[in-house]
């Protein structure tokens, strides 16, 4: 029987432009976790909308922003992985909750907030530390 | 259990689903898309051949429809396509059986809201966050029967717009395509007119599992023709009610 796989969930919380979709793409990247016809349908002039790579639905790409909740997929020799991005903007916040991270697995939050910019609502909304590790840039 | 029977079958599948269906009890329903024309709820397009992928969506809502059904359960998982990457493990549908992305309801943790009201139903992907590799990887751990066609086969094949179909009744090559006997296999199973097969020498559980851990190509995106009509062909075809 194969050894027990390790499974970690990640979710993106940040306000919205702040880059959530392009760090789970650029993710999905660099571990080169993405089927190459996927990779093909988002690239624009050459070059791949990582962005794109979440944001599926129609009104996504029109508005290029995440309206609900996307789930990515990538896995290591021994660990499995669920990327969860989420949206940014207000009012989407009933949407979030879905990718918040089962509280019985050994999950983390990452961050990313720009310095200049602070904390936002979206981030705020952000699920309470117990339940996370989160990390942010110094 | 349910079928959407679009005619266009693969022998092996209808072997299987007969043989697992009276060994373990369950009752089957076949709802059928050519009941569906004859009866004219839907119109053929391009023939007895032509696609009939579109035309299941409406064959079914009225199974469901007249079963009276709450919930459908059923196999999508979010890796497949990026339309399903956004849908809920439980999914309202309203009454016309149609998905609104922008209307779906909170599932925080693993709490999931089945509530509806007469007319609507939710459908079940248990197996939302499962992958490809990992659904070979629990069918190697429970020793799962699978029809046959999942493994190394020889079987009569030609190329349409980089797919390989098989030679069949319902699809045969046209001008300038050559049919050839070639080793492939099946990782979907869907309309025969429209599921491709993949050039493949795994003949078992573990060859398949090496085979697809290694694959540069999506699943659908090498075998599944209903996907390219357009970026948003999933989107737009769940809208209407499909799985």
Redesign the interface.
């Given at each position: 029987?194969?050894a027990r796989r390790e499974l970690l969930r990640l979710a993106t919380a940040g306000s919205v432009d702040d880059g959530k979709s392009t760090l789970i793409g650029r993710l999905m990247y660099d571990t080169d976790s993405l089927?190459?016809?996927?990779l093909e349908?988002v690239r624009r002039d050459g070059v791949p909308d990582l962005a794109a790579?979440?944001d599926?639905?129609?009104?996504e790409?029109e508005q290029g922003i995440t309206?609900?909740?996307?789930?990515?997929?990538f896995?290591t020799g021994s660990r499995?992985y669920?990327l969860a991005d989420t949206p940014g903007t207000s009012g989407t916040r009933?949407?979030c909750?879905?990718a918040?991270p089962?509280?019985t697995l050994r999950s983390c939050s990452s961050t990313r907030v720009q310095a200049y910019c602070g904390r936002h609502d979206a981030t705020r909304a952000s699920p309470p530390s117990s339940v996370f590790r989160t990390w942010s840039p110094r | 259990m349910l079928h959407v029977d679009t005619g266009h079958n693969f022998d092996e599948v209808i072997e299987f689903r007969d043989r697992r269906v009276s060994g373990a009890g369950h009752q089957l329903i076949v709802a059928s898309v050519q009941d569906s024309i004859d009866a004219g709820r839907v119109t053929e397009v391009g023939g007895p051949s032509g696609s009939r992928n579109r035309l299941q969506t409406r064959t079914l809502l009225d199974a469901l429809e007249s079963g009276r059904f709450d919930a459908a359960f059923g196999g999508a998982r979010r890796d497949e396509e990026r339309a399903r990457a956004k849908e809920r493990v439980l999914s309202f549908r309203d009454e016309f059986g149609q998905w609104d992305p922008r209307a779906q309801r909170p599932e925080p943790w693993s709490l999931y809201n089945g509530r509806i009201r007469r007319g609507e139903q939710v459908r079940v992907f248990p197996l939302s966050n499962w992958t490809e590799v990992d659904v070979w990887r629990y069918i190697a751990l429970e020793n799962l029967e699978l029809p046959s066609i999942y493994f190394a086969h020889r079987r009569e094949v030609f190329e349409r717009d980089g797919i390989l179909l098989a030679t069949s009744r319902y699809t045969e090559p046209g001008d300038g395509e050559t049919a050839r006997v070639e080793t492939v296999r099946y990782r979907t199973v869907g309309d025969l007119t429209i599921t491709g097969a993949v050039r493949s020498d795994a003949a078992d559980i573990d060859a398949v599992i090496a085979e697809i851990s290694a694959a540069t190509v999506s699943e659908r995106g090498e075998t599944r023709a209903d996907d390219r009509t357009s970026a948003a062909a999933m989107e737009d075809r769940k809208r209407e009610g499909y799985f």
């Open positions: 029987m194969a089927p190459l016809d996927h349908a790579l979440s599926g639905l129609r009104a790409q309206i609900d909740v996307a789930y990515r997929f896995s499995s669920i009933a949407t909750s879905p918040r089962r509280r | -």
